[in-house]
Protein backbone atom coordinates (compact mmCIF):
# COMPACT_ATOMS: atom_id res chain seq x y z
CA UNK A 1 0.00 0.00 0.00
CA UNK A 2 2.58 2.31 1.10
CA UNK A 3 4.84 1.32 -1.89
CA UNK A 4 2.21 1.96 -4.82
CA UNK A 5 2.76 5.31 -7.38
CA UNK A 6 -0.84 4.85 -7.62
CA UNK A 7 -3.16 6.26 -5.56
CA UNK A 8 -6.07 4.47 -6.59
CA UNK A 9 -3.73 0.84 -6.03
CA UNK A 10 -2.57 2.32 -2.68
CA UNK A 11 -6.69 2.64 -2.17
CA UNK A 12 -7.26 -0.71 -2.84
CA UNK A 13 -4.68 -2.08 -1.55
CA UNK A 14 -5.70 -0.86 2.05
CA UNK A 15 -9.13 -2.54 1.04
CA UNK A 16 -7.10 -5.72 0.98
CA UNK A 17 -5.38 -4.37 4.51
CA UNK A 18 -8.87 -3.81 6.24
CA UNK A 19 -10.29 -7.62 5.15
CA UNK A 20 -6.74 -9.12 6.87
CA UNK A 21 -7.94 -7.13 10.18
CA UNK A 22 -11.05 -8.44 9.54
CA UNK A 23 -9.82 -11.82 9.43
CA UNK A 24 -7.77 -11.44 12.03
CA UNK A 25 -11.10 -10.41 14.02
CA UNK A 26 -12.28 -13.53 12.98
CA UNK A 27 -9.74 -15.45 14.06
CA UNK A 28 -9.96 -14.13 18.20
CA UNK A 29 -13.77 -14.87 17.58
CA UNK A 30 -15.57 -11.44 17.15
CA UNK A 31 -17.33 -11.69 14.16
CA UNK A 32 -19.48 -8.52 14.64
CA UNK A 33 -16.48 -6.19 14.90
CA UNK A 34 -15.16 -7.94 11.75
CA UNK A 35 -18.26 -7.19 10.16
CA UNK A 36 -17.99 -3.86 11.23
CA UNK A 37 -14.77 -3.82 9.53
CA UNK A 38 -15.52 -4.79 6.23
CA UNK A 39 -19.02 -2.71 6.50
CA UNK A 40 -17.82 0.41 7.72
CA UNK A 41 -13.97 0.58 6.73
CA UNK A 42 -13.54 -1.65 3.70
CA UNK A 43 -16.79 -0.62 2.64
CA UNK A 44 -17.73 3.07 3.11
CA UNK A 45 -15.02 4.89 3.51
CA UNK A 46 -12.83 3.21 1.52
CA UNK A 47 -15.50 3.88 -1.58
CA UNK A 48 -15.50 7.65 -0.04
CA UNK A 49 -11.88 7.70 -0.55
CA UNK A 50 -11.71 6.06 -4.06
CA UNK A 51 -14.83 8.60 -5.28
CA UNK A 52 -12.57 11.65 -3.72
CA UNK A 53 -9.09 10.32 -5.38
CA UNK A 54 -10.82 9.65 -8.70
CA UNK A 55 -12.86 13.02 -9.02
CA UNK A 56 -9.85 15.02 -7.97
CA UNK A 57 -7.90 13.28 -10.59
CA UNK A 58 -5.19 12.30 -7.65
CA UNK A 59 -4.35 9.12 -9.29
CA UNK A 60 -1.54 10.27 -11.09
CA UNK A 61 0.09 13.00 -8.93
CA UNK A 62 2.84 15.11 -10.80
CA UNK A 63 6.02 15.55 -8.81
CA UNK A 64 6.45 18.83 -6.58
CA UNK A 65 8.99 20.81 -5.21
CA UNK A 66 10.17 19.56 -1.60
CA UNK A 67 10.24 21.74 0.88
CA UNK A 68 13.86 21.74 2.17
CA UNK A 69 12.77 20.69 6.08
CA UNK A 70 10.00 17.76 4.83
CA UNK A 71 12.55 15.35 5.24
CA UNK A 72 14.45 15.89 8.21
CA UNK A 73 10.78 16.43 9.77
CA UNK A 74 9.65 12.80 8.56
CA UNK A 75 12.71 10.75 9.36
CA UNK A 76 12.64 12.28 12.99
CA UNK A 77 8.91 11.42 13.07
CA UNK A 78 9.90 8.02 11.47
CA UNK A 79 12.58 7.35 14.72
CA UNK A 80 10.21 8.36 16.80
CA UNK A 81 7.44 6.27 15.88
CA UNK A 82 9.88 3.70 15.76
CA UNK A 83 11.56 4.21 19.42
CA UNK A 84 7.95 3.87 20.77
CA UNK A 85 7.18 0.88 19.13
CA UNK A 86 9.87 -0.96 20.15
CA UNK A 87 9.61 0.66 23.97
CA UNK A 88 5.80 -0.76 23.90
CA UNK A 89 6.36 -4.07 22.38
CA UNK A 90 9.23 -4.66 25.66
CA UNK A 91 6.99 -3.13 27.80
CA UNK A 92 4.15 -5.38 26.85
CA UNK A 93 6.44 -8.67 26.80
CA UNK A 94 7.51 -8.32 30.34
CA UNK A 95 4.01 -8.00 32.16
CA UNK A 96 2.85 -11.39 33.60
CA UNK A 97 -0.93 -10.49 33.09
CA UNK A 98 -3.20 -12.93 32.37
CA UNK A 99 -6.38 -12.20 29.51
CA UNK A 100 -9.46 -13.16 30.89
CA UNK A 101 -12.46 -13.52 29.09
CA UNK A 102 -15.28 -11.51 29.65
CA UNK A 103 -18.44 -12.51 31.71
CA UNK A 104 -21.02 -11.29 29.14
CA UNK A 105 -22.65 -14.10 26.70
CA UNK A 106 -21.35 -14.11 23.40
CA UNK A 107 -24.46 -13.36 21.78
CA UNK A 108 -26.70 -11.59 23.43
CA UNK A 109 -28.04 -7.93 23.07
CA UNK A 110 -26.05 -7.21 26.74
CA UNK A 111 -22.76 -8.02 24.82
CA UNK A 112 -23.65 -5.44 22.07
CA UNK A 113 -24.38 -3.13 24.74
CA UNK A 114 -21.52 -3.73 26.89
CA UNK A 115 -18.90 -3.16 23.88
CA UNK A 116 -21.15 0.55 22.76
CA UNK A 117 -20.91 1.37 26.21
CA UNK A 118 -17.41 0.27 26.32
CA UNK A 119 -16.93 2.48 22.85
CA UNK A 120 -18.69 5.54 23.97
CA UNK A 121 -17.42 5.87 27.53
CA UNK A 122 -14.32 4.45 27.75
CA UNK A 123 -12.82 5.11 24.56
CA UNK A 124 -14.60 7.57 23.11
CA UNK A 125 -11.43 9.97 22.84
CA UNK A 126 -9.51 7.17 20.82
CA UNK A 127 -12.92 7.08 18.61
CA UNK A 128 -12.93 10.86 18.24
CA UNK A 129 -9.25 11.04 17.06
CA UNK A 130 -9.93 8.28 14.43
CA UNK A 131 -12.95 10.36 12.86
CA UNK A 132 -10.90 13.41 12.76
CA UNK A 133 -7.79 11.45 11.26
CA UNK A 134 -10.10 10.54 8.42
CA UNK A 135 -11.82 14.09 8.16
CA UNK A 136 -7.94 15.33 7.69
CA UNK A 137 -7.41 12.35 5.24
CA UNK A 138 -9.73 13.56 3.71
CA UNK A 139 -8.92 17.19 3.48
CA UNK A 140 -5.67 16.53 2.85
CA UNK A 141 -6.93 14.66 -0.21
CA UNK A 142 -8.36 17.07 -1.42
CA UNK A 143 -5.32 19.90 -0.85
CA UNK A 144 -3.00 17.57 -2.28
CA UNK A 145 -4.53 17.14 -5.56
CA UNK A 146 -5.97 20.69 -5.95
CA UNK A 147 -4.60 22.02 -9.64
CA UNK A 148 -3.23 25.68 -9.72
CA UNK A 149 -5.27 27.89 -12.10
CA UNK A 150 -3.93 28.60 -15.47
CA UNK A 151 -1.85 31.78 -14.59
CA UNK A 152 -1.48 31.71 -10.99
CA UNK A 153 1.07 30.31 -8.52
Known amino acids: MV ?19 AIFYLILGAP ?6 ITVYAGAIMVLFLFVIMLLGAE ?4 TNVLPWQRPLAFSLAV ?6 VYLVISRAQ ?3 V ?6 AVNSMDNLRAMAMSLFNEFLL ?6 ILL ?10 TKREKAGQK
Not at 60 to 63: G, K, M, Q, V
Not at 80 to 85: F, G, K, N, P, T
Open 32 to 37: FIAMSQ
Open 95 to 97: TNA
Open 60 to 63: ALAP
Open 135 to 144: LVAMVGAIVL
Open 80 to 85: ILLVES
Open 3 to 21: LSRNAVYSALFLVLNFITV
Open 99 to 104: IVAPDI
Open 126 to 131: PFEVTS
